[in-house]
Nanobody, 123 residues
Framework: QVQVVESGGGLVQAGESLRLVCGISGPAVRTNSMEWYRQAPGKQRELVARVLHRSGANYADYADFAKGRFGISMDNLKSTGYLQMDVLRPEDTADYYC??????????????WGQGTQVSVSS
């Protein structure tokens, strides 16, 4: 059974940084992509950033609010992904979730979600 676990959230002040980690365990053969979402209280879940692994390279793109402040990366050998968040703002306060598309021999390629990690940014 593939499991996705996020870590690295916490309480910081505006302007500070956090690095979120998405770890994948279980019988994963290959991680095809990784996405970070966030959900603030009373709001819908929104995509923050995603990274796709194609032809031996990783390709990333970002939501407009994340461009220039956040960086997504993925270590395919370690089945681990990262979301570096700099210059955090109070409006970045939310629960952050990792979704990984993982290939296993038993189930093929499927999406797996983590339970989330909380990020709080004070002004």
């Amino acid at each position: 059974q593939v499991q996705v676990v996020e870590s690295g959230g916490g309480l910081v002040q505006a302007g500070e940084s956090l690095r979120l980690v998405c770890g994948i365990s279980g019988p994963a053969v290959r991680t095809n992509s990784m996405e970070w979402y966030r959900q603030a209280p009373g709001k819908q879940r929104e995509l923050v950033a995603r990274v796709l692994h194609r032809s031996g390279a990783n390709y990333a793109d970002y939501a407009d609010f994340a461009k220039g402040r956040f960086g997504i990366s993925m270590d395919n050998l370690k089945s681990t992904g990262y979301l570096q968040m700099d210059v955090l703002r109070p409006e970045d306060t939310a629960d952050y979730y990792c979704k990984a598309n993982v290939y296993t021999r038993r189930d093929g390629s499927r999406d797996y979600w983590g339970q989330g990690t909380q990020v709080s940014v004070s002004s």
